[in-house]
């Protein structure tokens, strides 16, 4: 139960009706089971709470369900046209050069191919050089150590947007 001192935010969250609030955690993140899980969790009396049950329902998803989530997500360089979320996300590519971006186009390619989905990485405050990095890293990864890999960096995305979802609900 939500108590008095539950912050407006979140306290507008707990109270949307639940095909609102489904809507809302589906923007966050695209997988139906993470969204269904945090509705489950509600009512949370803290961000905290919210945090811990969306760590948790991470935690859980299956390969399919990661798979759902990661379809939601534009590659590196590429933010969804019209979408101020993505492009506040990669912002750290905004400003990179032709070749850094034609780079990591060509590395999106080459890990699409090796793993059936596109590069994740919780782009925010990184450079696009940091991504080009970290992609160049995780390419020669196992498949398994790279679905643990992108459960993580799912997992800090959806922090994040579960705190802009509370500062703007």
């Not at 899980?37 to 905290?48: I, K, M, N, V």
């Not at 971006?101 to 390619?109: G, H």
Request: charge should be negative.
């Amino acid at each position: 139960m939500t108590s008095t001192s539950t912050p407006p935010g979140l306290a507008r969250f707990n109270a949307l009706p639940e095909d609102a609030a489904r809507a809302a955690l589906l923007e966050a993140c695209a997988s139906t089971a993470w969204a269904e899980r945090l509705l489950a969790a509600r009512p949370c009396d803290t961000p905290d709470d919210l945090e811990a049950a969306s760590d948790a329902a991470m935690a859980e998803l299956t390969p399919a369900d990661l798979e759902e989530a990661m379809a939601g997500h534009p590659p590196i360089g590429r933010p969804k046209p019209g979408d101020p979320a993505s492009a506040r996300e990669q912002r750290g590519m905004a400003g990179a050069s032709e070749e850094l971006k034609a780079e990591m186009l060509d590395l999106n390619l080459a890990y699409q191919e090796r793993f059936g989905h596109v590069f994740l990485i919780c782009a925010t405050g990184r450079t696009g050089e940091q991504m080009r990095d970290a992609l160049k890293e995780r390419i020669g990864n196992a498949p398994e150590q790279e679905r643990e890999i992108v459960r993580s960096e799912l997992g800090k995305i959806n922090r994040i947007r579960l705190a802009r979802l509370l500062e703007d609900a």
